[in-house]
């Protein structure tokens, strides 16, 4: 039996969670202690079994009043898929205007995501039609 200690993210309270599990051809969980809430246990489990991540980061904008949109995924992402996902986000140009809560990429590098827009972006009176 193997035993780990993370620090849930899920709440404000940032529980130290202890883990004991058995790694065979997969990992199973035999008990979690340290939650102050009921989201600990069901988090701890989901990280040894399968880590989920949220990406946030940036696409180019043409023609905007800022070079940059800021962006993020709109669901969690396995931990193993961001390199992934950031190479299609790298990959990305986008015209201006862009909306917050805009779908700029569908299903990035063929994940269960889309990644959206966190800004607005207005178009340079130049490119304004």
Do not use: Y
Not at 53 to 68: C, E, H, K, N, W
Not at 72 to 82: C, K, M, N, V
Not at 84 to 111: C, E, F, S, W, Y
């Amino acid at each position: 039996m193997k035993t780990k200690v993370l620090t849930c993210v899920i709440c404000p309270n940032g529980c130290e969670l202890t883990v004991r599990f058995e790694e065979a051809q997969a990992v199973e969980v035999a008990e979690i202690t340290g939650h102050l809430c009921d989201k600990g246990p069901q988090w701890a489990e989901q990280e040894l079994t399968n880590p989920m991540r949220t990406i946030a980061s940036s696409i180019l904008v043409q023609g905007g009043d800022f070079q940059l949109v800021s962006v993020r995924t709109d669901a969690p992402i396995p931990l193993e898929r961001i390199a992934d996902v950031m190479n299609a986000v790298k990959a990305v140009r986008v015209q201006a205007p862009v909306h917050i809560g805009q779908t700029l990429i569908q299903a990035p590098a063929g994940t269960d995501c889309n990644i959206i827009a966190t800004r607005h972006v207005q178009a340079t009176q130049q490119h304004r039609l």
